[in-house]
Each structure stands twice: as structure tokens, then as C-alpha cells.
T-cell receptor, first 114, second 114 residues
């Protein structure tokens, strides 16, 4: 059972370049999320998607766009990368049938912007 | 607004000693609380969750946490630390606005020495 799969695992970008982080889940979850993890700040929500066809901003959405391609896939795009976007990015998914269900996380993408 | 505060960004214990990782929450509604663990270069894995069924919650790998409303706390404990427990631990509260969004604390890095 693959769970949540993210690609790529590592990426180095130059300032101003663009890229898309891919995420797919095979658990038939309705909700999907993108977080970024920075030292001393825990995980902060960038965007989330409650269901196929809907997306909403989280705590730190500036500089990012997302696309919920279908129920399985939720991508995160950086249109013009900046050094402040150097971080570890995590995709997660959860069932939203009950409010107490946990989120399942991918392995992360370590992004460096130089 | 809901939030969690983890006291101590770094905790160091000897193998076999008690592990205590502190988490305090702020919530205007009865909270759903979670503890996640992150091993080096891995994603987050659920340790345990509080969903109001019982105040003492047992999780995986011998960890447990007690919900104390009077103290607004949800501290994580383990009677005897193992070397393999060395990791980063995150406390999180479920956002009351729906869609199972998690609000994370800054994390506590646990070191276990022989």
C-alpha cells in the first residue's frame, strides 16, 4: 500500500525558476493538503483541497498555486521560486467523513532555492 | 483561534529514562489533539490521538498522552526511552473550521543517549 507519494524527493532551483511538486494518494481520501516545514516553526499549511474540484488557501499561500487534478492527485506549483521558499514540503491526505480522522503524510520534498 | 505550544525545542534523555514531551493547547471548543513523530528524512507518522473518548490515550511504540482540560495540556510520555525513539515530535490540534486541517506546534527534537 503506497499511501501518499510525492515527487521529486529533492530539488534545487535557481531564483525565478518554476516547478511543480506532485502528490498522489491511493486511500480514496477526499481531503488533501500541502504543508511546508521550516526549522523551529513546525508545519504550516500552504493550501488544502476538501474535495475534488475545490481548493482553499491555508496559512502561507503567497507564491504558490495548487491544482486538484482528480481525487488522487494534488499538485503544488511555484511560479517564480524565491530563496524564502527553501523548505521541506509535505503532502498529506485524510478522509473527512469524521472530524477525528488523522492525516497521512508523504515522505517530503526537500527544495533548495539558490 | 486554535493553537498548540510545545515547551522545549530539544529534549535529551538517557536510554531507559522517562520521556516527557510537553504540549499545551488553546481552543474555544473541545479539541481534537494529535501527536506525530518524524524520523530523520521521513514523513510524519501518527503516534496517538485524543478524540474525547478517554483522557488517557495509548499510542504506538509505548507512548501515551493524557488530556487535562484544567491545565489545557496533552503531554506525551513514555516510561523507558529507547535509542530508536530519537526523532522529532509534533503536537497538533484539529482546526475547528472543518476539513480536518491540522495546526502544528513547533516540534520537539528528542535525543536519546546511552
Amino acid at each position: 500500500n503506497a499511501g501518499v507519494t510525492q515527487t521529486p524527493k529533492f530539488q534545487v532551483l535557481k531564483t525565478g525558476q518554476s516547478m511543480t511538486l506532485q502528490c498522489a494518494q491511493d486511500m480514496n481520501h477526499n481531503s488533501m493538503y500541502w504543508y511546508r516545514q521550516d526549522p523551529g516553526m513546525g508545519l504550516r499549511l500552504i493550501y488544502y483541497s476538501a474535495s475534488e474540484g475545490t481548493t482553499d488557501k491555508g496559512e502561507v499561500p503567497n507564491g504558490y498555486n495548487v491544482s486538484r487534478l482528480n481525487k488522487r492527485e494534488f499538485s503544488l506549483r511555484l511560479e517564480s521560486a524565491a530563496p524564502s521558499q527553501t523548505s521541506v514540503y509535505f503532502c498529506a491526505s485524510s478522509s473527512n467523513r469524521n472530524r477525528n480522522t488523522e492525516a497521512f503524510f508523504g515522505q517530503g520534498t526537500r527544495l533548495t532555492v539558490v | 483561534a486554535q493553537s498548540v505550544t510545545q515547551l522545549g525545542s530539544h529534549v535529551s534523555v538517557s536510554e531507559g529514562a522517562l520521556v516527557l514531551l510537553r504540549c499545551n493547547y488553546s481552543s474555544s471548543v473541545p479539541p481534537y489533539l494529535f501527536w506525530y513523530v518524524q524520523y530523520p528524512n521521513q514523513g510524519l507518522q501518527l503516534l496517538l490521538k485524543y478524540t474525547s473518548a478517554a483522557t488517557l490515550v495509548k499510542g504506538i511504540n509505548g507512548f501515551e498522552a493524557e488530556f487535562k482540560k484544567s491545565e489545557t495540556s496533552f503531554h506525551l510520555t513514555k516510561p523507558s526511552a529507547h535509542m530508536r525513539d530519537a526523532a522529532e515530535y509534533f503536537c497538533a490540534v484539529l482546526h475547528s473550521g472543518g476539513y480536518n486541517k491540522l495546526i502544528f506546534g513547533a516540534g520537539t527534537r528528542l535525543a536519546v543517549h546511552p
